[in-house]
């Protein structure tokens, strides 16, 4: 069954045994583990497919910018940018969002950001840093969920539609991908990251960091910006928590938005939005979709920073 775990996307040639062995050792039993990419993984060009492809406000807009954040707070916009490590990612002149993780050289992302609709890497990859810096990933490193899924089901493909009836909650589950860049991204303090627990988290506050966003008229497009949100409702199979429903703003560009604890701890990444705009959430039809962090998706960060991943515990 799924523990909790994000949408990813990795279809190409089966991968080192001993890789696979190593990540499974560390997961319950009859978990299914993230597959990483070899090198010689299919390139194709740029795709436009998005899982967010509507744009929309649910509730007050309390977004802000990193400048207004700032200013509010009285720090200087600088440390705020250390501090959270929210970046532009493009694959060719598509933007998402991505973070960075546990090392200053780890991303996490939306799997649709790097991957087309059937599932395969685009090119020209690269993470942009606000001061003009461009970090380019090692493909190498590329690790997703999507092969879980893949595995699962027979078959990989990741919806255009935005449509809310027709995506499946197990798309949204893997909808999540990790990599390493060739190099450490230059006054960046990575995030910590850990496993949403609803017990005690339901209706509690995250700080949501979106590095861009279209569509929507605040902030500016290519600005980092904050907003609250509520973890409102999860999707659950078998008692597995598949997805997480939240009451944040969502537009395209903002997949792959961290969900931050007070401890600046991921424990969720958008990857959709259900609500061109609605005065309050709505269980049905206004409500953004968080893929929230697996033990899967843990135990491959740890891998790539070269630490044994942490103990979990029996579910």
Known sequence: MIQRIKQVAVIAPLVSALLLASIVSELPSGEASPIQIPRNFEMLAPSTAHLFRTAGIIGADDRETYKEKALREGVSE????????????????????????????????????????????????????????????????????????????????????????????????????????????RNATALGITIPTPKGRLKTNYTVVSALAKDIPKPKKTMMHFQ??????????????????????????????????????????????????SSSYNV??????????????????????????PSFPSQ
Not at 111 to 135: M, P
Not at 261 to 276: A, C, F, H, P
Request: hydrophobic fraction near 40%; proline fraction near 4%; glycine fraction near 8%.
């Open 78 to 185: 600088e440390m705020l940018l250390k501090q959270f490590p929210i970046r532009q990612f493009y694959c060719g002149k598509v933007p998402g969002t991505a973070s960075l993780v546990l090392r200053a050289n780890i991303l996490l992302m939306s799997a649709h950001t790097i991957f087309d609709e059937n599932c395969r890497v685009k090119t020209g990859c690269f993470l942009n840093d606000y001061n003009g810096d461009q970090y380019d990933i090692d493909p190498s490193t590329l690790v997703t969920g999507l092969e879980i899924l893949k595995a699962r089901t027979g078959s990989c493909s990741l919806p255009k539609t935005a449509v809310t009836g027709t995506v499946p909650a197990e798309i949204k589950t893997f909808d999540w991908a990790i990599v390493k860049l060739r190099k450490k991204v």
């Open 228 to 277: 609250t949100c509520k973890w409102q409702d999860g999707i659950y199979d078998a008692g597995r928590l598949l997805y997480m429903k939240m009451d944040c703003d969502g537009a395209q560009w903002m997949s792959g938005s961290p969900l931050l604890n007070e401890m600046r701890e991921v424990e969720g990444i958008l990857v959709r939005v259900t609500s061109l705009n």
């Open 284 to 309: 049905d039809n206004a409500f953004s979709s968080a893929a929230p962090v697996s033990q899967e998706m843990i135990s491959a960060i740890y891998k790539l920073a070269g630490e044994k991943p």
